[in-house]
Nanobody, 115 residues
């Protein structure tokens, strides 16, 4: 059974930093890669970072240079480091991966950025 568990969210002031974690069981990030998405109230879920099994990363322009995705293959955990946070980064952040045409999501972790 595949399970993704996110942690690390919280309340931070604008300009601050957070590190989100996504621990996986039943699936290997080193083989399948992972993505981080976020969803703000009233908005569609959007991709904010991606990492392949080989470690190649990709980001949309909105977070490029501020967010960093990385993985620990031993711990089977993917991280999302958030820097220079803005109020518009406030959202629930989700970890996602896929295998054999199935997609798996974590439960999400709330990030709130105050002025």
């Amino acid at each position: 059974q595949v399970q993704l568990v996110e942690s690390g969210g919280g309340l931070v002031q604008a300009g601050g930093s957070l590190r989100l974690s996504c621990a996986a069981s039943g699936i290997l990030f080193s083989r399948n890669g992972a993505n981080w998405y976020r969803q703000a109230p009233g908005k569609q879920r959007e991709l904010v970072a991606a990492i392949t099994g080989g470690g190649t990363t990709n980001y949309p322009d909105s977070v490029e240079g501020r967010f960093t995705i990385s993985g620990d293959n031993v711990a089977n955990t993917v991280y999302l480091q958030l820097h220079s946070l803005k109020p518009e980064d406030t959202a629930v952040y989700y970890c996602q991966t896929s295998q054999d045409w199935k997609t798996y999501w974590g439960q999400g972790t709330q990030v709130t950025v105050s002025l």
